[in-house]
């Protein structure tokens, strides 16, 4: 296990295998993601959930968490959830919740994802 220092001060312990940040940007980009794929990050955040727990925590298919988690990783451009993890846990992406009105996306909550909701 590594312990990593998100930005709110507290230590989380992750497994080694999360690895390092790629994203060198001193300042948070924000990334918009869909009401549901905020759904599936935070619930990976939360306690690294296996696509198995989310797909029940949240009534869908293991099929669709998958989905989503391969759409977070496009938007964000993180290679594996390892990588996500660790870039939300540093506070190097923040994922804004989006929902969509009309063809526009806008911010349902104004409360981004980052570093640690929920936790």
């Avoid at 930005?7 to 999360?18: A, C, K, L, T």
């Avoid at 549901?36 to 099929?63: C, H, M, P, S, W």
């Avoid at 290679?79 to 506070?91: N, P, S, W, Y």
Wanted: charged content about 25%; aromatic content about 6%; glycine content about 10%.
């Amino acid at each position: 296990m590594a312990t990593i220092l998100c930005p709110s001060g507290h230590r989380h312990e992750v497994p080694e295998h999360f690895g390092g940040c790629w994203l060198a940007a001193d300042d948070p980009r924000e990334v918009p993601v869909t009401l549901r794929e905020f759904d599936v990050a935070n619930e990976l955040l939360r306690d690294g959930a296996d696509n198995q727990t989310i797909a029940k925590r949240l009534y869908v298919t293991e099929d669709t968490v998958k989905s989503h988690l391969k759409k977070l990783l496009a938007r964000t451009g993180a290679k594996t959830r390892g990588e996500l993890v660790v870039a939300v846990f540093r506070g190097r992406v923040r994922l804004v919740p989006m929902a969509q009105a009309g063809g526009v996306f806008w911010n349902a909550t104004k409360a981004p994802l980052g570093p640690l909701r929920g936790i």
